[in-house]
């Protein structure tokens, strides 16, 4: 069992930046995919980025070139480095992790989620 927890939300003016950190339990880490997804109210739930066993990386189209996913195996702990927030970020963000170490988007396993407020 994968245990997934997150943190690093909170309001955040256009504009700015936040970092968001989830620290996953269990020893595979460092063999798995791990993602954020994101889900905003009214709209269905949506892939933010996702990391590979291997640290190859994948983005959506709407947060390339702002938001940054690295990983930290030694700390079984993955980031998301987020710049440059727009209110359209505005979302409750996931963490998610999935045993095939090349999945771009793994959703095997979920974390709580935490509240990410952009405002204008």
């Known amino acids: 069992q994968v245990q997934l927890v997150e943190s690093g939300g909170g309001l955040v003016q256009a504009g700015g930046s936040l970092r968001l950190s989830c620290a996953a339990s269990?020893?595979?880490?460092?063999?798995?995919?791990m993602g954020w997804y994101r889900q905003a109210p009214g709209k269905q739930r949506e892939s933010v980025a996702a990391?590979?066993?291997?640290?190859?990386?994948n983005y959506a189209d709407s947060v390339k070139g702002r938001f940054t996913i690295s990983r930290d195996n030694a700390k079984n702990t993955v980031y998301l480095q987020m710049n440059s927030l727009k209110p359209e970020d505005t979302a409750v963000y996931y963490c998610t992790s999935s045993y095939k170490r090349n999945s771009y988007y793994p959703d095997d396993y979920w974390g709580q989620g935490t509240q990410v407020t952009v405002s204008s």
């Open positions: 269990g020893s595979i880490f460092s063999i798995s995919a």
């Open positions: 990391i590979t066993s291997g640290g190859s990386t």
